[in-house]
């Protein structure tokens, strides 16, 4: 500590060559380059599996109503009762197996920060959903990843092997699969947890789109949760809400790990709102399934090779051509895609969101241009 005498004048501030000389980031973070979608500015934006449609006629005015009602000058509901009580009613689960906050990544986060960090091992399928290993990074924890099969499959003897032998705290497992699309076998979930003693995360970002979903998996004495998105089938990626169903001893160790008040009163109306409006969402769901089938059967048909999905995107082949490439010359037509070829194991594969069918027809054109160059 500095003390300064009576009258003795405080030196000046010190004058730096550069930060760097003062202040360094985390040795273990330094090699993050953070998971970002370049935002392009083009007409057809299909790279980060949003909803192509807006929330249902009357939902903002509505909203902008509700909106009117809150108290400004008071911090929100800390525990987020009501949208809480309406996301349990919606899985026939209890409040206190749900946990919410800013989209499913700071659920993500929240997961990690109570159960990984230094010193602990997360485990993730590669090719998987990037923010999983990291965000686990950034808590300090270390990745342990495993490749998958031929197809993306898991092979299970493979899993229990890798599992039992990292012994991780936490494991990923997304079904539907994003970028792969595909949905897991349900029985990984008894695999996983018969090989390590670990906390399976199953993340259910496009579960509106997939086969089956773990929330019955769910109970007090099973370490096993769910986590959801309003971002993807919920049309609703600009308010951030995400949450968890799982046991009531894991949510009470995330409400005290969460900063206070972390979930703002306008993003809770949005979600307690959003969920009276279940029809439409199931609708919208319908109409992106049937457009997917078309888009998938036409990239089929240009002779690249398109993985079957369950969810609303497609991961296809280059066939051959460089992937960075492809995906410049649908820049340069106005479309916006993901191109996934840096990705661990997937080199020469882009992934496609499914829009409307009026921006899916721009892309297809636009691909099949470029196939025939
Ligand atoms: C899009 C996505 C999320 C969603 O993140 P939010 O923070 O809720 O927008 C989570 N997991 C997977 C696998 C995703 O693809």
Known sequence: MRTYALGVVPAPPRLLGSLHDVITVRDDLSFLSGYHSPQVDVSVRLNTNESPLPPPPGFVEELSKRVAGVAWNRYPDRMADQLRQAIAGRHEVSPDQIFVANGSNEVLQTVLLAYAGHGRRVACFEPGYQMHAQISRVVGADVVTFERG?????????????????????????????????????????????????????????AEFGRWSALDEVADNRPVVVTRTFSKTWSMAAARLGYLVGPRAVVDSLWRTVLPYHLDAVTQLAGILALEYVDEMAHRVAAIVDERERVGLQIAELGLEVVPSDANFLLFSSGGRDASAVWSALVDRQVLVRDCSGWPGLSGWLRVTIGTSAENDVFLNALKEIVNE
């Open 150 to 206: 031929p197809d993306f499959a898991l092979d299970p003897t493979r899993v229990a092997e890798f599992l039992a032998d990292a012994q991780p705290s936490i494991v990923f497992l997304t079904s539907p699969n994003n970028p792969t699309g595909r949905s897991e076998p349900k029985e990984m979930i008894d695999i996983i947890c018969a090989s390590c003693d670990c906390l399976l995360v199953v993340d259910e970002a496009y």
